[in-house]
Structure formats: structure tokens, C-alpha cells
């Protein structure tokens, strides 16, 4: 603690007094620039959130990808977990409910509480398992989304709880950018369609709206198949699971601005049955379902005060409620349903100010109350039980800034302090230098922390039968990044990783424990843009994590892979109206750890490696105003499984083979 | 496609913090050397990016011959409001000669005498005043450029608009063809022609 409290401390007296410029232009660069056509400096990107104000990518002091809405309708993806999917480094797995995001070598099979996603800035982790929830279950429709920008690294420095590994944000389309109706159908196998309508329109008299809403429903395959319901110890329907892959949507988003203000606010009703039978439950019983309810409203305020600072302040109400049903074995009663209920509210204030034209200074403070977090099971005989009930304020204060130490060095710093309910405060400093002695080369040396208090769930769970879970876990992470532009149209990007992780709050032998591990990774990435509308990205990654100090007897549940390549290539076939991409992602074999109740331990097993290739054929306005694209998943139909939970009996939950979907959208 | 991997299952090491470092610091990167490093980055800062277009339009617009006091009097770029260029502009235009008319940026206040100017960008902090100087302008040979909102349909000529993290334009020609500017067509194919409400 006292150390941190120096490095802090350190990183803070720099930020405040180290002296000189942001200087975002060198002679080099002017001249390269006024050089540009006019066709490319509207090709031109610049990117928002890593330092939460705006930066090109090549300064912001991480790694950052961008995935806009172009390439999520020329690659055909779904969700924000296909989006992700295709991203260096990132790896997506589903157990047939919800979808877990495995990052920088690390799978615990927690709910992606380690990782904080936003939407439009506001956070949207919820606040009983601080999931970040990216399939089917994401609040936003992905036709509805401008871009994703994902920044790599401990974020806690402005983001405090959860940014550990990184930080998601995504960007909504604007009323102005919908200009208009939109109409949207897609149908797909295993009986899945969904139909969005979308209106949006700027006002003249400066109010612009948008709404939205949408409604999917899947059908899923009809039978899936587990080996492991189908022994001579345990026979259920021979292990089919038979109609039990049913899901079903309904989500409305919408967004008011005037002047300074801006209102936007979502509201998601999930319904999934479980065709994996999660401890306890009965096999291939449709009772086995989880209904989610996810909803916020938040008032963004953001006005420049010339001269003087600009101001962003944030209020906001969240809610969070999900119902877990429960088939037990012939018993009376034979049916539980356990439902969990989060509500919280919280504001935010930052202010961001440049000196002398050049410098960019940030300090923010947030606050926020968890005044509801609620746990109660239900039986079909109509008792209730006792809830388990919680709730904690807590704040943040944080200062950051960014200095030209010279034209082609940057210094970038920060710290924050954490009060999170009654858990030990936290202290997140960070500190960056970006070096670009060529002007297409950049240099990056990051150091950078984040911390993850205990969730509700883990806290509740933890304290039966052991005590429970008191210390945040925290990361300490050393990174080196090299980013060089080949040519006009190419970057490439070679990165390395270390990450020191103490108390990670990781769930085995029925509770929860702290375990220390280090990671350490290495990341080559190759992007490239060309005008006539050919794309492509490439990425190799390599990943280990090692737990430090693991107790005799104690199993460190790792699933992440070793192995991750990613290939993506987009190309026109009509110009500017017919495009044809094809997507291949490689992910190395994988621990799986799954409960046998007869020993209640966790057992290792490895689920292989695999590779999918997704192909998706998009055109547009060969009808005017008229989008038409066909996907096909797992092209090659390979048949893989990803690695199942500590909650299931089974060791891998198979994924789908091949499966299309087409899609239309028209514009009024 | 499967790739079995050789490692037992649970056999994690329990060793503290040893080895690694060697693979990582083994990675010297040897990609692709020679000339390819030449051409400019493809991320800017926005602003840099709205500089380079001002620069541009000096270049893809047709003024009367009456706003020029002479063949050779400058193209006056106008900045009116909390300037977020910073030195770039300046930096961009210097010893800049476009059609024998040297580029000079001013700095101005809305009260100013704006109609000495060929390129007016009105930023952001001023759109209360924006009607009120667009009036005063009105019929004068005088390039208005913003990047607030609906800039253009208050009668603004460009807009600069981000689409995608991308600085794009609106132009309202009607109003440029009203003050007898001719903007060239190479510019209005990459715009999104908007009109006056």
C-alpha cells in the first residue's frame, strides 16, 4: 500500500508540474498534410476514450482498436461479442447462455468483470456480478452502434472499478446520422430472425431524437447433445437436450439531445433456457432458463466554458434484475427460481482543461450509490426464503494529463483513488511515455494499474461457508508497444505484456479464494486501408499466465488459450455497392474445469484447439436506399466446443456448426 | 484444424516470479524494411485534419474578382471565436501562395468588421450568435465554414461533420452561389449538399 501511495504520488507531482506542450503537429507531419487530397483527409480517424477526451490512436498511451459500423455490417456480425471476437487478443466462448470475453491470458470463468464496458461513456457493468454482458444479452442492438473503441490495459486510472484489462466503450449512432427511418429484418438458421425500426431526426430548433427498438427470437437446434448425460450412471433422454436452445429479445434505446444536454436511456428483456443443465438442475428440462432485465437512463451535460475548462457531468439510474430458474431432480418441491435484483444510482463530474493551447489536463471525481442489491430464492410450493440484501456508496477522484516533453515525446500520467464500500481503498496510478522519432513510427512504454473490488455475488457466495472475500484484486502492468505505418495504407503494431496479478477472487472447491498469477504476452498486428474499399486486419497473439505461490491441492482454473490468429479481409466486388469479406479466427486448445459433484473438486481436461471461417457477401443501394447482406458462420463447419464452468457437470459445451443468415435494412 | 496441445492439464507451475522475459525480448521485429515508411500517418487529431481542409478551400473556390484589392492582396482565412486550431493553421498557410494570393489566418471577434475576410471559420462557442453574424454577412463573397450541429442549414456554406471518427462536409451551395462564390465540383462530389431550413 505505501508503496503504491509513492508511485502515486510520484505520478501526481508529475502530472502537475512537468511543464511543456501538446504539441500535435511537427514540421514533418504539416507538410505530409497539406500534401493530403481532399478524398483522404476525410478517411482520416481520430479516436475518444482512452484518455476521455479526444486523441488520434497513434497517442492515446494504450493499445486501441476501432471497429466502426461499416466493417460490423461488411463482416456480418450479430453481436458486440463477434465484434470482439475478431479483435487481437480477445477470446469469445459461450456456454449456450451468456458469452465470456477471455483477455491478456486470463479466463476465470467469472462474468467478464474484468473488463468494464460503456455505452456512450456510461458504464454498464451491472452491479451484482459486475458482468459486462456481450452476446445477445448487450443492451444496445449492433445496428445501432457508430463504432467500438477498445483500449487495452488497466484503465482504473480514470475508470476506477473493473477497467482491469481493459476498457470497451461503445459509441452510439446519432439522430443526425439516422437521419430518417430505418427498417431492418434478418432471418437465420435455427429459426432466428429479428426486426429493428429505427427514427431519428436533428431539429431546427436544436432538439435532435432517436428511437429504437427490437425484437429477436431464436429458436436454437433442436437437439444438442451431451455425452455426459448419456452414461450408464447417468441416462437422460440419452443425452439430448431437446428444444432447449430457445432465446428471445425485445430491447428499445433511445436518445434526446438540446443544446448542452444529452438524454439517452435502454432498456433489454432477455429469455434464455439452458440446454447445459447448470448444477443443480435437471437435465432437459426447459424450466432451466434465465430471464435478464437490464435498464438505465443517464443525462450527460457537457458545456465549454471559453477560455476557462471544459465541464462533463453525468447523473444516472441503472437497474439490473435476473431470474434463474431451477429444475431439481424428482423432489418436492422440484422447482427453484433464485432472483436477483440490483438498483443504483450515480454522478460523475470531470473537467478537462488545455494550457497554453498545447497541454490537456483532466481531473474528475465520481460518485456512486449501490442502494439495492438483492438475493432471494423462491421454491414451486410457493415458500420464499429470507433475501440476502446489501448496498454501498462509494467514490473516485482522479487527476490525468498529457505533456509534450518534447515535439516527438509525450508524457503521459495520472492517478486515481477508489473508496469502494467498505473494502481497503485503492490507488491507480499510470504512467506512459510515447516516443515518435519518425513520423510514422511511435513508441510506447506504459505502466499502468486497476483494481476489482468483490461483486455482490462473490461477497454473498464467499461468506458461506468460509469469510468471506474482503480484498480487491489488483494488476500491476508493464507494457511496450511499437506502432509503424508501412506505406500509405498499412499499420502494423508489435506488443508486448506484463501483468503482475495479486488476490484475483477466483471460485474453487465451492468458494471463493485469492490466487496471485502472472501473465505475459506478446501481440503482432497488421491493418490496412485502402481507398477503393479494401480492408484487412491480422493479428497473432501469444499468451501465458502462470499462478504465483498456488497452495498443494489447488487448481488454478485458467481457460485462456496460448494461441490466438486472427485474419479478416474485406473487398468490393461492385464498387460501392457489393463487398465480400471473409473472417478466419484460430484459438489454441483450452483448460476446461468443470464440478464432479461425487468429489465436489474442479477436474482439468483440455478442449482443442479450432479454427472458424465466417463469410459474408453485403451490398447496398443496388436498390436505392436499400441494404442487403448473407453470412455464413463456421464456414467450413468445423466442430468445436468451448470449455464449460465450474457449474456444469459436462467438460466442453459444443458451439454451433455452419449457419447462415441474411439480412435486409431500408432506409426512408 | 485441431491443434492438440502437448501441455498436461492441471500441471501449472507453482515457481515464483522466473524465466519468461527471454521469449519476449526475443521479439526484434525484422517486418518489412526499406521504403515503405514514407507517406503520412492515417490517424490525425481532428483538428489538424479541419486545418488541412481550411487550406484546401482557399484552393477549390472561386471568389469575385471585387473581393480582392489586387492580383496579388491576400486570401484572409478568418478565425472568429475560441480558436481550436492552435498554431496549425498558421503553420499550415505559411509562405502558402494560392492563385498569386498569399494565405493569411486572423483572429477576430465576433464585433469585428468580419467582410474583409475570404474564409470565415465561426466556431462552436459562438453558434448563439451564429444567425446574427451569418446576417451580417449575407451577399458578401465571404466562405463560412463551421463544425457546430446544423451549421449549414442555419445558412452556413461548409460544415464539418464526424461521421465514423471522420471529419466529412456538409455544403450548402444555394448559400455560397447567394454571396457569388463558386465552389468547384470536386469539392461538392465529396460533400453531403445540404439546403437552408
Redesign the interface.
Known sequence: MKQKLKIGIAGLSLVLFSGLAWA??N?E??S???N?S???????????AASKY??????APSSVS?V???EIKLYGYRTLADVLASLQGFNVSSDRNISYLGVRGVSLGDFNSRVLLLIDGHRINNDLTDSAEIGNEFLLDVDLI??VEVIRGPGSVLYGNNAFFGVINVITRKA??VNGAEASGQYGDFGAYKFRVTGGK?F?N?I?LLLSGTYFDSAGPDQIYFKKFNTSSLNVNNGVAQNMDGESYGSFFGSVGYKDFALEGGYIRRDKVDPTAPIPDTFNDPRARTVEDRSYVDLKIKH?F??IVDLTARLYYDRYDIKNGYPVPPSDPDFYQEVQLGEWWGAELQLNKKLW??HMISVGMEYRDDFKQSDQLFDSNNNYYPPTLRSRQSYGVFAEGDFALRDDLHFNGGVRYDQYGDFDPSLSPRLGLIYNP????TFKALYGTAFRAPNFQEIINSSYPGPSIQTPETINSYELV?E?????????S?S?F?D?MDDLIVFEHGSYNNFNA?S?G?ELALEG?WPQGVRTRASYTLQ?T?????P?GE??PNSAP??IVKLNLGVPVVKENLFASLEFQ?T??R?TFYADIYQNTLQ???T????IVNFTLFSKNIVKNLEVSASIYNL?D?SYADPSSRFHLQAKIPQDGRSFRVKATYRF | ?????T?P??A???D??SQ??Q??LV?V?L??AGN??????????????K???L??FTK?TDWPATAFASVDAPIVIGIV??DPF???LD??VKD?IVRGHPLVVKRLDPKDDLRGCHVLFIC??EKDQLPALLQKLKGTPVLTVGDA??FA??GGMVNF?????????EINQAAAEEASLQISA??LR?ARIVKT?
Not at chain 2, 515503405?36 to 490517424?43: I, L, V
Open positions: 500535435t503537429v514540421a507531419s504539416l505530409a498534410l497539406k493530403m481532399l478524398e483522404d483527409l476525410g478517411e482520416v480517424n481520430v479516436v475518444v479526444e486523441q488520434k490512436t497513434t497517442q476501432i466502426t459500423q461499416e457508430d463504432r443526425q446520422q436533428s431546427t436544436g435532435s465549454e471559453p477560455e493551447e498545447k519518425f513520423k510514422k513510427s511499437y509503424q505505418g508501412i506505406g500509405q495504407h498499412l499499420r502494423s508489435i508486448g506484463y503482475r502472472d505475459l506478446m486501408t501465458r502462470e499462478p504465483q505461490n498456488l498443494s487448481i488454478f496460448e494461441h484460430y489454441s486448445s483448460h482439468g481436461r483440455d482443442p484447439g479450432f479454427a467450413l468445423e | 484444424m485441431n491443434c492438440p496441445d501441455k492439464t492441471v501449472h507451475k507453482a515464483g516470479h519468461p522475459i521469449w519476449l521479439c521485429w517486418l518489412l515503405g515508411w514514407a507517406a503520412e500517418n492515417p490517424a490525425l487529431a481532428e483538428y489538424q485534419v486545418a488541412a481542409y487550406y484546401n477549390f471565436g475560441d492552435g498554431k496549425t503553420d499550415l502558402e462552436r462557442n450541429g446544423d442549414e442555419m461533420v464526424l461521421v465514423q471518427e471522420k471529419v466529412k462536409l470536386k469539392l465529396l431550413n
